[in-house]
Each structure stands twice: as C-alpha cells, then as structure tokens.
C-alpha cells in the first residue's frame, strides 16, 4: 500500500536554530496537513495546504513556521526559531481528491527535540 | 469550538472479554475518524465514518456513528493482546480542512 514518507526521524536541535522536516506524500493525494503530537498528548492540527497555497491553519501555527512544496513530490515545514515548547513528534498527512470517502493517510512522524 | 472527549481515557482488559469505547463530539461533523496508535509509531487509519447510522467492521472491532447524539462508539469484540495501543477518534469539523482529536483511550489487553 502507498505510504506517506517522512525524514529524518528524528531531529535534535538547539533553541532558536532552524529545523526543516520533509514529507513525501502519497503520489496522486492533493490535501497536505502537518499535525504534531506532544508526548502523552493529543494529536493536534497544525496546517492544511491545497493547490500551493495553506487553505487552513491553527492558533499553533503562528510566524514561526512556514510550509512549502517545493518540488512535485516533497512537502515540507521549516521552524525558523525552534522553542523548547516545539519539542513533539510532527506528523505529515496526505489525502486524496475524492472527498466522498476521504481517507487521511499519516506518516510515521519526526520526533523533533529541542534542547 | 468543536471539542471531542473520549471515554475512558484507560482502558485495561483481560483477553476475551468485550468492551466499549465512546467518543462524543459538540458540533456537527462531516466525518468521524478511528485511528490507532502503537506506542512511538504513527497513526493507523481505522474506520471513517460518513453518516448516521454508519457501522463498520474489521476483525475484532466495530465502530458505529450516531449524529443526532453526536456520539460514536468503537467495540471491542473478545479482546486479545495484540489490540493494546491507544485508540484516538477524530472529528473533521463541516467546512473546515482539520480534524480535531480525543484525547485518546489507552487498551491494555492483560493475558
């Protein structure tokens, strides 16, 4: 079965430095979401992106992140200054065009520690 | 603000045994959504569920949907041990591109 890929899997980094995490979302999926999880915690919404632009973001998603599809087949999000509070296990998501039954696909998720 | 809370947030049950696990929402919803989630992994796509009435099932669990109460259920039919994880259900609020999530309900299948 098709896979959401997602590099590196894990990054550490220090405060105010700027992270980058890839995703490569299923082929034919036109719907791209960044979700993150801190640990114990709930699954949180960050972003949606649709036709090269964010068709929805969170209260989370402020000047500090950024999302871009830079190429046909990556989807990426960049921290520009990591806080120690950014430390969660980020989670790409893709989905079909066919909105009748959508099926929103996860990837295995970079655990992102900030030190 | 659409809230959805699951209950119980723990679970602990012996092989064999059935159980249920609720998932309530406070705002209608275009879709419901059951993942599962093994400790350090991703999320592991269950179940949609599109309308009222909905019930679907893979093994040992069925999910059903109820709009009108805003209420779905995930059941867990003669537990064994491989079902321990933690079960999230997940709301795509009308209109809006996001799901929000329970907290999620952590199964422990004791032998």
């Known amino acids: 079965e098709p896979e959401v890929t997602q590099t590196p899997s894990h990054q550490v980094t220090q405060m105010g430095q700027e992270v980058i995490l890839r995703c490569v979302p299923i082929?034919?999926?036109?719907?791209f979401y960044w979700y993150r999880q801190i640990l114990g915690q709930k699954v949180e919404f960050l972003v949606s992106?649709?036709?090269?632009?964010?068709?929805?973001k969170s209260e989370i998603f402020d000047d500090q992140f950024s999302v871009e599809r830079p190429d046909g087949s990556n989807f990426t999000l960049k921290i520009r200054s990591t806080k120690l509070e950014d430390s969660a296990m980020y989670f790409c998501?893709?989905?079909?065009?066919?909105?009748?039954?959508?099926?929103?696909?996860f990837g295995s998720g970079t655990q992102l520690s900030v030190l | 603000e659409l809230k959805v809370e699951q209950n119980p947030l723990f679970l602990s049950m012996q092989e064999g045994k059935n159980y249920t696990i609720y998932c309530n929402y406070s705002?209608?919803?275009?879709?419901l959504y059951w993942y599962r989630q093994d400790p350090g992994k991703s999320l592991e796509s269950l179940f949609v569920?599109?309308?009222?009435?909905a019930v679907k099932q893979e093994g040992r669990l069925m999910a059903s949907l109820d709009t009108k109460a805003r209420l779905s259920t995930l059941h867990i039919t003669a537990a064994v041990h491989d079902l321990s994880a933690t079960y999230f259900c997940?709301?795509?609020?009308?209109?809006?591109?996001?799901?929000?999530f329970g907290k999620g309900t952590k199964l422990t299948v004791n032998p």
């Open positions: 997940a709301v795509d609020k009308g209109g809006s591109e996001k799901l929000v």
């Open positions: 992106f649709y036709n090269n632009e964010i068709s929805e």
């Open positions: 705002t209608t919803s275009d879709r």
């Open positions: 082929s034919n999926h036109l719907y």
């Open positions: 569920l599109l309308s009222n009435g």
């Open positions: 998501a893709s989905s079909d065009p066919d909105r009748v039954n959508e099926k929103l696909f």
